[in-house]
């Protein structure tokens, strides 16, 4: 499916969210902390829009994805002179990348699409170093009573007919909404950052609860005794 709406993923993106999806991301990008030097896993990255903010902050970036066709389109919207940033195909659930190598591990509305998130959080864990950040940007449902009538109408009438217009393909807009209307609320989200042993974890509304931003820390290793 995410290998059909390739090409059009980016322009979507932008219309469909207003392009407040640009703001979601800024917030990320502040969540994570210094990031001059440090190195970043973006999982599930897409065509890299969160990879390249990470970037444009010094970071030196990982991206990940299992869309061959997704992964194909980042590395052209890297600037010329920012090398620091390479893009693979992989699995989310299998990171081909070291255990405790990165500083920060990221997604941005991907996890809810992995056959097991509980598995990616532990697998997003296991990547980062100790004392390191995992970030996950998600969809969700606002809890205000008058902005969830009016996000529902539009996320199950509205972007379903523009988005299978400009794609092509229908079915892949009316998967947004589904999966998103199916997972859970942060609190239990943020259970599952704990069961995961990520600690000093919370969450952030985004634009009315549009949008959630969580965090977690890989705790520190015990210092040895005796």
Request: net charge positive.
């Amino acid at each position: 499916m995410f290998a059909r709406i390739a090409g059009r993923y980016d322009l979507l993106n932008r219309v469909l969210s207003l392009g407040i999806d640009r703001r979601w991301r800024t917030r990320t990008i502040a969540a994570a902390g210094e990031l001059d030097g440090r190195v970043v896993v973006d999982a599930c990255c897409g065509t890299g829009d969160l990879s390249l903010e990470f970037l444009k902050h010094g970071a030196r970036v990982v991206g990940v994805d299992f869309t061959p066709e997704m992964v194909r389109l980042a590395p052209a919207k890297v600037p010329s002179g920012r090398p620091r940033c390479v893009f693979a195909t992989g699995d989310a659930l299998r990171l081909p990348v070291r255990t405790a190598s990165a500083d920060v591990a990221s997604v941005a509305f991907g996890v809810r699409n992995l056959s097991d998130p509980r598995a990616g959080l532990c697998e997003f864990a296991r990547v980062v170093k100790p004392g390191g950040r995992v970030l996950v940007l998600e969809f969700s449902t606002p809890k205000s009573r008058v902005i969830g009538a009016l996000y529902g109408f539009y996320f199950t009438r509205v972007l379903p007919r523009i988005g299978g217009w400009i794609s092509g393909d229908a079915e892949a807009y009316r998967y947004l909404p589904r999966t998103v209307l199916a997972w859970p609320g942060p609190d239990e989200f943020q259970r599952w950052f704990e069961a995961a042993g990520l600690v000093e974890c919370g969450y952030r509304p985004l634009s009315f609860g549009i949008a959630y931003l969580h965090w977690g820390r890989v705790p520190e290793r015990a210092a040895p005794r005796g």
